[in-house]
């Protein structure tokens, strides 16, 4: 995948990417403060064999837990996804997770929400969520 010297360049290339790595074992994406736009859905879909312990993670750089963070210092995604229409109206997904066992944590997300939404938090955990 990317790399501190040859970063990918949006969310959506990164979970591309590790859409096509199905080898074992968790998957991470490190991003880096800044402002990140995601304009078409980030797709999560993955043939990996996930579990508890083996999880795909995306995460910030520094978390809060570091000494040298600061709110400034969360990478803030940014939902301009386009509406379509389905049964419910219109609706559009910035990150669409169709898989098990993921992890965000250190992420700031604006737009997009629809807080009329219940998700099944089984196999799902948000830490740090701002």
Known sequence: MGSKEKPLKTITEATKRVNSDNQSG???????????????????????????????????????????????????????VPLQKDDFGETAFGFDIEVSHVTIQGLRFLGGLDLTISLSMQNCRFLSFF
Do not use: F, H
């Not at 999560?44 to 709110?71: F, G, H, M, Q």
């Open 26 to 80: 968790c998957a991470e994406s490190i991003i880096t403060a800044g402002r990140y736009l995601i304009s078409e859905t980030a797709l999560l879909k993955n043939n990996r064999n996930l579990s508890i312990n083996n999880r795909i993670t995306i995460r910030a750089e520094i978390l809060p837990d570091d000494v040298n963070w600061n709110p400034q210092l969360m990478p803030t995604i940014v939902t301009a």
